[in-house]
C-alpha cells in the first residue's frame, strides 16, 4: 500500500524531519505553552521518559495500527500496554495489527519510537487516544525525531490535536 493510496490526493501532510517543525507551528499558533527537550536517541519509552526528566506515565505513546485495511493512530500513556481486543470491539474491527517498521517509514518517513501523537494536520490518520491518557496533567512525547521531546498541558494538547475518538483500549503494563 503506497501513501498515494492511503492519502489519495491529500499529499501535503508533512514527512520525516518536517514533522517537528509542523507540531511547533501548529503548538505556536494554538497559544499552546510548551517544553521542548533535545536530548540522545531514545528507542524506549523509559529512555525517553528519564531524557524528558518526567515521569513514565506522561509519555503518549503513539502507535500506527492497521484495522481492516486502514491505518489509524493510537496514543496511550507510556506505562500501558495495548488491548488490541478492546479496540476491535469498539471500532468492530476483524483483524488488527501494527504498522510494520516499512509501512510507517513509507507512510510518514519516521522510525518506530518517534510517531508523534497527532492526526491532521500533522500526520494522516484518524487519532484516537486512551482515556487513560487524558487523567494526567500534561503529555509528553518524541515529536518525530528520537532526539526531540515536547511536554505540554494535557487542556492544550486534547484541543488541537482533536481526536477523533477517546475510549479505553489499555491497561497498566505487567497487569
Do not use: W
Request: glycine residues 8%; proline residues 7%.
Amino acid at each position: 500500500m503506497t501513501v498515494q493510496h492511503v492519502l489519495g490526493n491529500r499529499m501535503s501532510f508533512p514527512h520525516g524531519p518536517e514533522i517537528l517543525l509542523m507540531i511547533r507551528q501548529l503548538l505556536s499558533n494554538a497559544g499552546a505553552n510548551f517544553r521542548e527537550v533535545h536530548h540522545g536517541p531514545t528507542r524506549t519509552s523509559e529512555e525517553s521518559a528519564k531524557a524528558r526528566g518526567e515521569e513514565l506515565h506522561i509519555g503518549g505513546k503513539a502507535l500506527l495500527m492497521k484495522g481492516d485495511e486502514v491505518f489509524r493512530l493510537f496514543v496511550l500513556p507510556a506505562d500501558h500496554k495495548l488491548d488490541s481486543g478492546a479496540i476491535r470491539r469498539d471500532l468492530n474491527l476483524k483483524k488488527m495489527r501494527f504498522a510494520t517498521p516499512e509501512e510507517l517509514n513509507e507512510l510518514t518517513g519516521l522510525v518506530p519510537g518517534c510517531v508523534p501523537p497527532f492526526g491532521p494536520p500533522v500526520l494522516p490518520f484518524e487519532l484516537c487516544v486512551d482515556s487513560a491518557v487524558t487523567q494526567n496533567e500534561r503529555i509528553a512525547f518524541n515529536a518525530g525525531s528520537l532526539t526531540d521531546s515536547i511536554i505540554l498541558r494535557m487542556s492544550d494538547y486534547l484541543a488541537i490535536a482533536c481526536p477523533s475518538r477517546v475510549f479505553t483500549f489499555s491497561a497498566i503494563a505487567g497487569s
